[in-house]
């Protein structure tokens, strides 16, 4: 694909984004890591067609693979799936950092692809998603398509997935590494469509996310 119209699709985070910008100060605040991840992964698109060169680019999209996890995560931590445990929450970010740490400097020493954390996460978080759904559907009796969280576990799910493909397809050990370059070209092109596609499921779950719930006092 055209690296210009590749960057034109991704740069359909903007909807969900201004979407998010505009409800900002009626929106329950625990889906605000929701709203910086979609800046965040905006910041990163940028950066990566300003910089224009792989060293870059690959430092940016490794430095964007820990900020990721751990804006999932405090949104997850929010949405009570860690049981409102904040020590079991820090436990999974020190953990995340830790192994961020020694694959990005030790392992790859920064000059690759995060690929082994970018892995671990992107399952982590598929994990999550389907834990928060099987709730969703289990313990609330409203609506899953007026849900917000649905719509955003389920653009994780399908973004992630091709996501954990994408970068397999880019270990250099084993047999993936007789895997074609068009099998590549066709696998990166799907996940920039499932990218366009993920950005208009989470401006769904933007448009669906809660107002604040207003608290009186009773004198």
């Known amino acids: 694909m055209n690296p210009s119209i590749e960057f034109i699709l991704s740069m359909s985070i903007i909807f969900p984004l201004i979407i998010g910008i505009v409800r900002w100060k009626i929106i329950d605040s625990s889906y605000y890591p929701f709203l910086y991840n979609m800046l965040a992964g905006l910041m990163v698109e940028i950066i990566i067609k300003i910089l224009n060169n792989p060293t870059g680019i690959t430092k940016a999209v490794n430095i964007f693979s820990l900020i990721d996890f ?10 009570g799936l860690f049981n409102q445990n ?9 953990s995340a950092c830790t192994a961020w740490v020694y694959i990005t400097f030790f392992v790859t ?21 389907v834990t928060t ?29 091709f996501f954990i493909l994408t970068r397999a397809t880019d270990l250099s050990t084993g047999v993936l590494k007789h895997v074609s370059r068009s ?10 469509y ?8 989470y401006a769904v779950a933007v448009i669906w ?5 207003n608290i009186t006092t009773l004198l």
Do not use: E
Not at 70 to 79: E, Q, R, T, V, Y
Not at 109 to 129: G, T, V
């Open 209 to 213: 996310i809660p107002r604040k719930k």
């Open 183 to 192: 099998f590549k070209d066709n696998l990166q092109l799907i996940n920039t």
């Open 70 to 79: 751990c804006l999932f995560a405090w949104l997850f931590h929010n949405w």
């Open 109 to 129: 020493r920064f000059q690759h692809m995060n690929n082994p954390f970018m892995l671990i996460y992107s399952a982590a978080l598929i994990f999550l998603s």
């Open 86 to 94: 904040k020590r079991i929450f820090l436990i999974i970010i020190f």
């Open 133 to 161: 759904f099987n709730k969703i559907v289990v313990q609330q009796r409203i609506n899953i398509f007026t849900n917000a969280r649905f719509w955003i576990c389920i653009g994780i799910i399908i973004f992630y997935s």
């Open 194 to 201: 499932s990218n366009l596609l993920v950005n208009l499921l």
